[in-house]
Nanobody, 119 residues
């Protein structure tokens, strides 16, 4: 069973930066679409960014585009989410998931990591 482990969350002031990591227990980051979601208190889970393993293409939600960068280090079986210019609306639990390429089937999920942005 593939496991995804997120890390890197924490408390940061508005305007600051964080880098989240998602490490897979097996080498799936090159064949799956590695995706970040987030869920704020009282809100539905929302898509943040995806790194499509086979094509190296990326996509971002409009709310983070230009501030967040998703990238992959295949040798480490890890996908990162670099988050700059954080604001309080970015406060959420961030989840990493692996999707079958170009589908919305997500067989693997991480446990989530909390990101809290203070004013």
């Amino acid at each position: 069973q593939v496991q995804l482990v997120e890390s890197g969350g924490g408390l940061v002031q508005a305007g600051g930066s964080l880098r989240l990591s998602c490490t897979a227990s097996e080498g799936i980051v090159s064949t799956y679409d590695m995706t970040w979601f987030r869920q704020a208190p009282g809100k539905e889970r929302e898509f943040v960014a995806v790194f499509r393993g086979p094509t190296l293409r990326t996509k971002y939600s409009s709310s983070v585009k230009g501030r967040f960068t998703i990238y992959r280090v295949s040798a480490k079986n890890t996908v990162y989410l670099r988050m700059n210019y954080l604001n309080v609306e970015d406060t959420a639990v961030y989840y990493c998931a692996a999707a079958v390429h170009m589908t919305t089937t997500y067989p693997y999920w991480g446990q989530g990591t909390q990101v809290t942005v203070s004013p």
